[in-house]
């Protein structure tokens, strides 16, 4: 329980709300912290790492900067979906250090209640978990919010 | 009248650091050779410039040490002092001293420290020899004022004191109202108990006729008793030398008083006392005059000094250039426009000389490095009670700035190394029938893109037996393995962590973490290091480096879909081989090149190249070199060279084996340039 009284603590701060940028990966849709979120592009040439760790994609150049792409398909183990023309990457940035998330789609920006994050523990088991802050629920949708801090943490050579 | 200093601190810190350096270096040759009257000179020089600097800029402890330096060393130039051991160690702890308060002073802005140790020390040095000094002054003074009264004895020691032009201002208009400038040196008995009431009454007595305009130490600290005995002072009187002399000598307790009138219409280069009136903006004058009869050391050459960060984004903006250069001359290419062909021809030769120029601005002399080995080399030789000549050749090779940075560290390592591991003790070279004193050369040169840097002893030369014995030891390999292994291999483990031969583990080196690390260093600097032993004769370490690291010569391979970068500097030719031409020893494919077996290596399996692999009825080989051997590489396709500006991959991908950085290709595609350090 503590958690979940955490986590509205620290949407209490901010005012209740926290806006999030929700995609979708496979059939399921994620959500991330709009305010990290630096720009979202359309695919563009991934070029590959070797001996990189599984879950990174490679890396793209962004005018100029090269950033690596995370493919988060790998690491939740789901089926690519959508149509290809939909496919983007969200550039976010965490403490200088900027990477990238390939999505099937964009959705839309949402304004998400404190009040409706749900802690993750309950629904989730897997080590996954580590990097899920939490379930929003918005209407009938469930969003998975991801927690991006811990996500450039993930292993990735 | 306080005026804000800190716009000129960084000036006053480089300055600094570079009149520390020649004073380091010169003092080593003082120690070498006591009767090179240049070398003191030059000492004598960075000491008053640097007095003169610092208490500009209000760091009064680096002044108040220069200056008692300054006291000493100008008795030895007079000769009344001899340069001895003792001196001579005195000045580097002063010189150790003044280094740290520098260091402090640009760390933290504040350079106080308590020197009084090494002041007093100083003063004993100088009083030891009082006598003597104080009779050759003496007679100075009656010769020369038998020879020009206008220019009084200046003995051979100058005073302290550095003047502005406001203090030469006051000076003109207190000599056109026919006031007299004096110079007055005033020492009270050593015996004497409360020095400050003596230099109150000395004071008192001046300023009934006259005014105090300067002194040295300050008024404030010869009130508190600061000062060794003796004061110097200007003063403006219209009394003659005599009366003052007489007033001041009425005073009890006063040893000797020394006056001179200061002549300010002499020209400073001409004239000895010229050094009285000066600032430090004039002391390539004073250089120039201390030099005069000697051939002039250092030419002054016009520079500007500029904050690396520009000459970095200087940098970063012509590696853009480059990069889109590229990209003009794929479009030029495929579009066959002659006109537009022309153009991007101009635009490479200007962005070439562009990029050269900008290479050579960063370009920074070995030097600054190697300036502080002598020294170095100088302490742990007598810490190890060893007899060492050191050599520095070819320090005047220039380096990039960033290299420059990061070189110094891994060749501590080595020449601690050399010093302790490399060169037998003193016995031991007698016993062999070698020189006591063991040879160690530090040495820098260029060749083609890449510098060397040498570090070699004469010493006992590297035991490959010890080495074998030490690795099996330690459990590094097995008595089987070591018996294998060729003499190359052995003297490789050398650089394998958690790796010592020194019999006794001294804290000069041996702690086991020399020279991995050193190895990891120059790696990461894209450079190579390699050995040569020769028992009995000496060990010489070898450091490759790049010229620059951020535009580099790249040769572009294709392995599959995937296009890769290969560091020009480590590819020895590329060929073109057939399937029947791949013989297999122990699994492993190799070719004869030339009479020579060269070990091969297929990219697309060392990179997990996705796809299917087949084997082509001919392929292409890019002969690589990882340190001293020679590999061959199997791609699919050459695709040409081309000048790369490296980028680096970033923070998630540190430590990354087998991929150096990366590019922005022409395309605007990222592509990865291969690392054949760890590659294999």
Do not use: W
Not at chain 2, 1 to 9: A, G, R
């Amino acid at each position: 329980m503590e958690s979940t009284i955490n986590i509205n603590q620290d949407a209490e701060a901010s005012s209740d709300k926290i806006q999030v940028v929700a995609f979708q990966l496979g059939n399921e849709e994620y959500a991330v912290d709009i305010l990290k979120v630096q720009e979202i592009n359309r695919l563009m040439t991934i070029t590959r790492v070797p001996r990189a760790g599984e879950f990174i994609e490679g890396v793209v150049n962004l005018r100029g900067n090269i950033i690596p792409v995370i493919n988060l398909h790998k690491k939740f183990n789901l089926a690519p979906a959508g149509e290809a023309d939909d496919k983007r990457i969200i550039v976010f940035q965490f403490d200088e250090m900027k990477a990238g998330i390939i999505v099937d789609k964009v959705s839309e920006v949402l304004q998400i209640n404190a009040d409706n994050i749900e802690e993750t523990v309950k629904v989730y088991t897997s080590i996954d978990a580590e990097i899920i802050k939490g379930i929003a629920k918005v209407d009938n949708r469930l969003l998975i919010l991801l927690d991006l801090q811990k996500l450039l943490g993930i292993e990735v050579i | 009248m306080k005026m804000d200093m800190s716009q000129y601190l960084d000036v006053f810190l480089e300055e600094s650091k570079e009149h520390l350096g020649s004073l380091n270096a010169r003092l080593l040759e003082l120690e070498k050779d006591p009767s090179d009257s240049s070398g003191l000179n030059e000492i004598f020089r960075a000491a008053h410039t640097l007095k003169g600097m610092s208490s500009t800029m209000g760091f009064d402890d680096v002044a108040d040490l220069t200056h008692h330096m300054e006291n000493v060393l100008a008795d030895l130039k007079a000769g009344t002092l001899r340069v001895n051991s003792r001196v001579v160690d005195t000045l580097f702890q002063c010189f150790d001293r003044l280094q740290l308060m520098v260091d402090n002073i640009e760390k933290s802005g504040k350079g106080m420290m308590d020197n009084t140790d090494l002041i007093s020390i100083l003063g004993n040095i100088k009083s030891g020899n009082y006598e003597a000094a104080a009779v050759a002054e003496k007679e100075l003074v009656v010769e020369s004022k038998q020879n020009n009264p206008s220019l009084p004895g200046l003995g051979n020691e100058g005073h302290s004191f550095i003047f502005n032009d406001y203090d030469i201002a006051v000076f003109k208009e207190a000599i056109s109202q026919e006031f007299l400038v004096q110079y007055l040196k005033v020492e009270v008995e050593q015996s004497c108990i409360m020095k400050a009431v003596r230099a109150f009454m000395v004071f008192k007595a001046l300023e009934e006729e006259g005014e105090i305009v300067k002194s040295i130490p300050s008024a404030q600290d010869l009130d508190e008793g600061k000062f060794e005995g003796t004061f110097e002072i200007v003063y403006l009187t219209k009394n003659d030398i005599n009366t003052v002399m007489e007033k001041v000598k009425h005073i009890s307790e006063i040893k000797a008083v020394e006056i001179k009138e200061l002549n300010l219409d002499s020209a400073p280069a001409e004239k000895p006392s010229g050094k009285q009136v000066q600032n430090t903006e004039e002391s390539q004058g004073n250089s120039a005059e201390l030099n005069s009869n000697k051939v002039q050391a250092h030419k002054v050459k016009q520079t500007v000094r500029v904050d690396i960060d520009r000459l970095d984004q200087l940098m970063n903006l012509v590696g853009e250039l480059v990069m889109h250069k590229g990209r003009l001359e794929q479009i030029g290419a495929t579009q066959k426009v002659s006109d537009l062909n022309e153009t991007i021809e101009q635009i490479d030769r200007i962005s070439t000389d562009l990029q050269s120029v900008v290479m050579k601005v960063r370009m920074v002399p070995i030097e600054q490095v190697f300036n502080r080995f002598p020294r170095m080399v100088r302490d742990l030789a007598r810490d190890l009670g060893k007899e060492v000549d050191f050599l520095i050749e070819g320090k005047e090779t220039e380096l990039d700035r960033t290299v420059i940075d990061e070189i110094g560290d891994p060749l501590v390592h080595l020449l601690r190394n050399a010093l302790d591991h490399g060169l037998e003790s003193s016995q031991e070279r007698v016993s062999k029938g070698k020189p006591v004193q063991g040879n160690v050369v530090l040495r820098a040169r260029h060749e083609g893109n890449n510098i060397y840097i040498e570090v070699e002893d004469d010493g006992g030369g590297i035991d490959v037996r010890t080495i074998l014995n030490k690795a099996v030891e330690k459990e590094m390999i097995t008595a089987k393995e070591a018996e294998q292994l060729s003499k190359e291999e052995a003297i490789d483990l050398l650089f394998a962590s958690g790796f010592s031969t020194a019999k006794n583990v001294t804290d000069v080196s041996g702690r086991g973490v020399g020279l991995d690390v050193v190895k990891t260093k120059i790696e990461s600097l894209s450079g190579e290091i390699f050995v040569d032993s020769k028992p009995g004769l000496g060990t010489r370490f070898r450091i490759k480096l790049p010229l620059t690291l951020a535009i580099i010569q790249a040769l572009m391979v294709a392995v599959k879909d995937e296009i890769y970068a290969i560091p020009l500097s480590s590819v020895d030719e590329t060929t073109l081989i057939t399937n029947e031409e791949i013989k297999m020893i122990q699994k492993q494919e190799v070719i004869m090149l030339r009479g020579n077996v060269l070990p091969l290596y297929r990219l697309t399996q060392l990179i997990n190249v996705p796809g299917d692999f087949d084997r082509d009825e001919e392929m292409y080989v890019v002969v690589v070199r990882k340190g001293d051997r020679q590999i061959g590489l199997v791609v699919d396709t050459l695709i040409g060279q081309q000048e790369i500006v490296i980028k680096s991959l970033g923070r998630l991908f540190v430590g990354i084996s087998g991929i150096a950085g990366a590019i922005v290709a022409g395309d605007g595609n990222v592509r990865l340039i291969l690392d054949l350090n760890t590659l294999f």
